[in-house]
């Protein structure tokens, strides 16, 4: 289990940090990092084990997720968390049960990296159960198309009001249509569960103009699901697609190829353990 991430305001001190990851040939390291004002409480669950994993990460944190081969699974933000000595507790968005750790799917509304690693991997970021909070997926020096998806844009200042989420009068998450209506033709279920029935609403429609490479109903495959090999990821929260973002690769810290950085550098082992934790679904690999 993990116990502990601390925070670095720097680069320079993440991007060693990073470095302590161990890559395994048949894992893939997947860094989660929160750029956000406020603390973030990601949650990752299996697609076919809901038995996953959960942690805090305040404004600045990160910590590395290694994913065994042929991985499928959620990754998100919960936000508003409350947790005793215990662990337990419960969030305002994206609750996964009642504990630190999941042991359940993460509840609507929430912003969603969607992961199936393989020999191709396809990787997306869905809106399909609304949005709380900004989400990007970037892969690492990968082998194809390997683009950025995800939603940079916070959709929670113009969120229409009948699908925005107030506990306490301001707007904490941004609900989908089919969340809040329930019906076949906005949950693209009965007839409309087609491609050719489930078209675009006006509610999906507003999502799709804000994040473009984002999923925004259930059939919004072609601009949304891509496709990278021989990769490691970064899912970072708050931060920007054309953002500088590194990951560790072996012994190789390396960073996005847009800005020209590939191999930072190399090293055996540094001892700063205290900026980034390696996790597992099983706990600290440490």
């Known amino acids: 289990m993990a116990s502990h991430f601390t925070s670095s305001s720097k680069l320079w001190f993440l991007l060693l940090a990073i470095a302590l990851g161990v890559k395994l040939s048949e894992c893939t ?3 989660i990092i929160n750029y956000c004002k406020e603390t973030v409480w990601p949650g990752i669950t299996p697609k076919n084990n809901f038995s996953g994993d959960g942690f805090e990460l ?15 699974g959620r990754i998100w933000g919960r ?24 042991n359940e799917p993460g509840q609507p509304p929430a912003s969603i990296a969607e992961f199936t690693l393989g020999e191709t991997d396809f990787y997306d970021v869905s809106l399909v159960d609304g949005f709380n909070l900004p989400i990007v997926v970037k892969p690492v020096n990968g082998k194809g198309n390997c683009s950025s998806v995800g939603c940079d844009s916070d959709l929670r200042p113009n969120c229409p009001s009948e699908l925005a989420l107030k506990p306490n009068g301001k707007t904490i998450a941004c609900r989908s249509a ?4 329930n019906t076949d033709e906005y ?6 569960s087609s491609p050719v029935s489930c078209l675009p609403t006006n509610y999906s429609r507003i999502f799709k103009t804000a994040c473009p490479v984002a999923y ?6 072609p601009t949304s699901i891509i496709t990278c090999s021989s990769t490691d990821y970064v899912v970072s929260f708050c931060s920007s697609r054309n953002q500088t973002q590194c990951t560790n690769h072996g012994q190789n810290v390396t960073c996005n190829e847009a800005y020209g950085l590939k191999s930072l550098f190399k090293t055996r082992h540094i001892l700063m353990a205290g900026f980034t934790t390696v996790i597992s679904l099983g706990g600290v690999m440490f």
């Open 79 to 102: 936000t508003g968390c409350d947790f005793d000595k215990n662990n337990n507790g419960s969030c305002q968005t994206g609750m996964c049960g009642t504990g630190l750790k999941c």
């Open 58 to 72: 305040k404004q600045g944190q990160s910590a590395v997720f290694t994913a065994p081969a042929g991985w499928s």
């Open 187 to 192: 949950c693209c279920r009965g007839t409309f």
């Open 29 to 31: 390291n997947i860094t």
């Open 216 to 221: 925004s109903f259930a059939f919004d495959d």
């Open 178 to 181: 089919c969340n809040v209506f």
